[in-house]
């Protein structure tokens, strides 16, 4: 393997010493970027993740114009359960449909167990043409939704408030939602792995909705799959981050799932989740992805507020604390990133 111009984000995944904070930015290939706008603009969303040199072109692009540290693949978490054969549709404004949700055994039973390396084999030829795009000047990030964070979609069918569907799901039925999250680990751990031996350097498993389980709940439904799949990845030296949306419960025992690098939200104080765990993992986050609708001298402040809470030395990858909003100026995007460059310097 070439050896990588900017490896920052890797060192810092590692708590290996660097020179300044590395920061890249949660769904930082977007709709926020007129040039990403311009791409959508003449194919849809699917067609846009299934389609490499398209996949690959967005990628590169915040590399080019925002100046972060590190890659994220242009995808979604939703083709996972679309490969096992849930009909997806991508609303401009309403989010992600699935009309025919799982809610019993019977919507279940025609789930395809599949074999990523063919469905979604798009997702990895992707992969290898950006990493071959990005001619080894920064690392690329490979990613997947959690088992407990697919499974929400796959049940509510679309975005929701309550989530009444999934928790009537894990009340009344544990059994079959047990079963549905094995059979997804499964899948999800051969995908990561499969990534990887495409060419990702890193990857990320989100779960977003996490934080919307009781803490016992967390750990029996999103927690356990997390810590299996990452037992399971087959990897060198490559680096596993968990963002766990809202589960600032959780964080200890969200550092023994075996990721050396835990994605914090904004509603977290990366100084005590330090004090707690940060000899055990780095640290990914967490800036309020709003502050980005401030003025300059505001996301200045707060990019020092969020160094400063994370004090001297390795082990923090500067990030927002959830994606990045489609209505931000793209200026400040590119702001923020060279305020992150300058100002952690004195922090190394
Ligand atoms: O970070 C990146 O730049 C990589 C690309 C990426 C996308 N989705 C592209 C995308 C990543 C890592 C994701 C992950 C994802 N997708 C998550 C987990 C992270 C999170 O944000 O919590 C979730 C929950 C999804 C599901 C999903 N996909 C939703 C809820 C939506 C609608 C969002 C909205 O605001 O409309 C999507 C669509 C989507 N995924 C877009 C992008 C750039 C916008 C679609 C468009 O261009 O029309």
Same mark, same amino acid.
């Given at each position: 393997?070439?050896?990588?111009?900017?490896d920052?984000? =890797?060192?810092?995944?590692?708590?290996?010493?660097?020179e300044?904070?590395?920061i890249?930015i949660?769904?930082?290939a977007?709709?926020?970027?007129p040039?990403y706008?311009?791409?959508?603009?003449?194919?849809?969303?699917?067609?846009?993740?299934?389609?490499?040199?398209?996949?690959?072109?967005?990628?590169?692009q915040?590399?080019?114009?925002? $100046?972060?540290?590190?890659?994220?693949?242009?995808s979604?978490i939703?083709?996972?359960?679309?490969?096992?054969?849930?009909?997806?549709?991508?609303?401009?404004?309403?989010?992600?449909?699935?009309?025919?949700?799982?809610?019993?055994?019977?919507?279940?039973?025609?789930?395809?167990?599949?074999?990523?390396?063919?469905?979604?084999?798009?997702?990895?030829?992707?992969v290898?043409l950006?990493?071959?795009?990005?001619?080894?000047?920064?690392? =690329? @990030? $490979?990613?997947?939704?959690s088992?407990?964070?697919?499974?929400?979609?796959m049940v509510e069918?679309?975005?929701?408030?309550s989530? %009444?569907?999934i928790?009537?799901?894990?009340?009344?039925?544990?059994?079959?939602?047990?079963? =549905?999250?094995?059979?997804?680990s499964s899948?999800i751990a051969?995908?990561?792995?499969?990534?990887?031996?495409?060419?990702?350097?890193?990857?990320?498993i989100?779960d977003?909705w996490?934080?919307?389980?009781?803490?016992?709940d967390?750990?029996?439904?999103?927690?356990?799959? @997390? %810590?299996?799949?990452? %037992?399971?990845?087959?990897?060198?030296?490559?680096?596993?981050?968990?963002?766990?949306?809202?589960?600032?419960?959780k964080?200890?025992?969200?550092?023994?799932? $075996?990721?050396?690098?835990i994605g =914090?939200?904004?509603?977290?104080s990366?100084?005590?989740?330090?004090?707690e765990i940060g000899?055990?993992?780095?640290?990914?986050?967490?800036l309020?992805?709003?502050?980005l609708y401030g003025p300059?001298?505001?996301?200045?402040?707060?990019v020092?507020?969020?160094?400063?809470?994370?004090g001297?030395?390795?082990?923090?990858?500067?990030?927002l604390?959830? $994606?990045?909003?489609?209505?931000?100026d793209p200026?400040?995007?590119?702001?923020?990133?060279?305020?992150?460059?300058e100002e952690?310097?004195?922090?190394?």
């Amino acid at each position: 393997m070439t050896k990588l111009k900017n490896d920052l984000f =890797l060192r810092a995944c590692k708590r290996k010493k660097i020179e300044r904070t590395p920061i890249w930015i949660m769904r930082q290939a977007g709709r926020y970027l007129p040039e990403y706008r311009a791409v959508r603009k003449k194919s849809d969303f699917l067609t846009m993740c299934k389609t490499p040199e398209l996949a690959a072109e967005v990628t590169i692009q915040p590399i080019d114009i925002i $100046g972060t540290d590190a890659a994220i693949i242009f995808s979604d978490i939703l083709i996972v359960p679309e490969a096992m054969g849930m009909h997806l549709e991508m609303h401009e404004g309403k989010g992600p449909i699935f009309h025919h949700p799982i809610r019993n055994e019977n919507d279940a039973k025609d789930l395809k167990i599949f074999d990523p390396t063919k469905e979604l084999k798009y997702v990895l030829d992707a992969v290898s043409l950006t990493k071959k795009e990005l001619n080894s000047r920064v690392p =690329l @990030i $490979g990613f997947s939704g959690s088992p407990w964070t697919l499974l929400t979609y796959m049940v509510e069918g679309k975005g929701s408030k309550s989530f %009444s569907e999934i928790k009537r799901l894990i009340y009344n039925n544990p059994k079959l939602a047990h079963n =549905l999250l094995e059979k997804l680990s499964s899948i999800i751990a051969i995908y990561l792995s499969a990534k990887i031996e495409a060419g990702a350097d890193a990857v990320q498993i989100f779960d977003t909705w996490g934080g919307i389980l009781s803490p016992n709940d967390f750990e029996e439904f999103s927690l356990y799959y @997390i %810590s299996k799949i990452i %037992s399971e990845i087959k990897r060198k030296d490559e680096p596993v981050i968990v963002f766990a949306k809202g589960v600032h419960y959780k964080t200890k025992k969200l550092s023994k799932c $075996g990721a050396d690098v835990i994605g =914090l939200d904004w509603t977290m104080s990366l100084k005590n989740v330090r004090d707690e765990i940060g000899k055990d993992v780095a640290l990914q986050g967490n800036l309020d992805p709003t502050v980005l609708y401030g003025p300059k001298s505001k996301i200045k402040d707060e990019v020092i507020n969020t160094l400063k809470s994370f004090g001297e030395g390795s082990g923090h990858i500067f990030n927002l604390g959830h $994606g990045i909003l489609p209505d931000i100026d793209p200026e400040k995007a590119k702001y923020l990133v060279s305020c992150v460059k300058e100002e952690s310097k004195k922090f190394h």
